[in-house]
T-cell receptor, first 115, second 114 residues
Framework: AQTVTQSQPEMSVQEAETVTLSCTYD???????LFWYKQPPSRQMILVIR????KQQNATENRFSVNFQKAAKSFSLKISDSQLGDAAMYFC????????????WGAGTKLIIKP | DVKVTQSSRYLVKRTGEKVFLECVQD?????MFWYRQDPGLGLRLIYF???????EKGDIPEGYSVSREKKERFSLILESASTNQTSMYLC?????????????FGPGTRLTVL
């Protein structure tokens, strides 16, 4: 069975600096999808970025980018120019290409932004 | 914008009560989900529905049941609430298939069982 591990329960970063959140996963599959979701305090969970395993190029969305290392089964999220609004719980998730729905979730990382 | 709403943000119930949590989405999504979120455990899938009247058990279905009579509405039922069901409950929806890569979430219901 697939598993997703986020080894950092909490991270903090100074405003305007860069922070990297780590995520590793375990799978025997070759085709799958990876996601980072953000859950701000008392607000809805939203998708930040996604990566298809067959794509070698790392996904980017404005200040958010990933470092996808397929062989190492690593999928880290880099947030550049951190802003106060980035403070949230961040969850890494995995989806098998064969699955219509099942996301396997990491435990989450709480990101604190210091002004 | 996709909108997923949940009937209550906060709910306090007593042990043994029957509890209904309702979720409504307005984007005609086929898939709907109920998750439970606990600190340090991430999100755990309770039940999933891929169509009206269809349901599949997730990872932790014990003590819960669901109902999907209409496409836009997915209800989670705690037949006899227990203190270990105190948690945050999140509803989500998505399109079917590869287009369903993004799940859209409701604001959550924080349930306390006394």
């Amino acid at each position: 069975a697939q598993t997703v591990t986020q080894s950092q329960p909490e991270m903090s970063v100074q405003e305007a600096e860069t922070v990297t959140l780590s995520c590793t996963y375990d799978t025997s599959e070759s085709d799958y999808y990876l996601f980072w979701y953000k859950q701000p305090p008392s607000r809805q969970m939203i998708l930040v970025i996604r990566q298809e395993a067959y794509k070698q190029q790392n996904a980017t969305e404005n200040r958010f980018s990933v470092n996808f290392q397929k062989a190492a089964k690593s999928f880290s999220l880099k947030i550049s120019d951190s802003q106060l609004g980035d403070a949230a719980m961040y969850f890494c998730a995995y989806r098998s290409e064969d699955s219509n729905y099942q996301l396997i979730w990491g435990a989450g990382t709480k990101l604190i932004i210091k002004p | 914008d996709v909108k997923v709403t949940q009937s209550s943000r906060y709910l306090v119930k007593r042990t043994g009560e029957k509890v209904f949590l309702e979720c409504v989405q307005d984007m005609d999504h086929e898939n709907m989900f109920w998750y439970r979120q606990d600190p340090g455990l991430g999100l755990r899938l309770i039940y999933f529905s891929y169509d009206v009247k269809m349901k599949e058990k997730g990872d932790i279905p014990e003590g819960y049941s669901v109902s999907r009579e209409k496409k836009e509405r997915f209800s989670l039922i705690l037949e006899s609430a227990s203190t270990n069901q105190t948690s945050m409950y999140l509803c989500a929806s998505s399109l079917r298939g590869i287009f369903g890569n993004e799940q859209f979430f409701g604001p959550g219901t924080r349930l306390t069982v006394l």
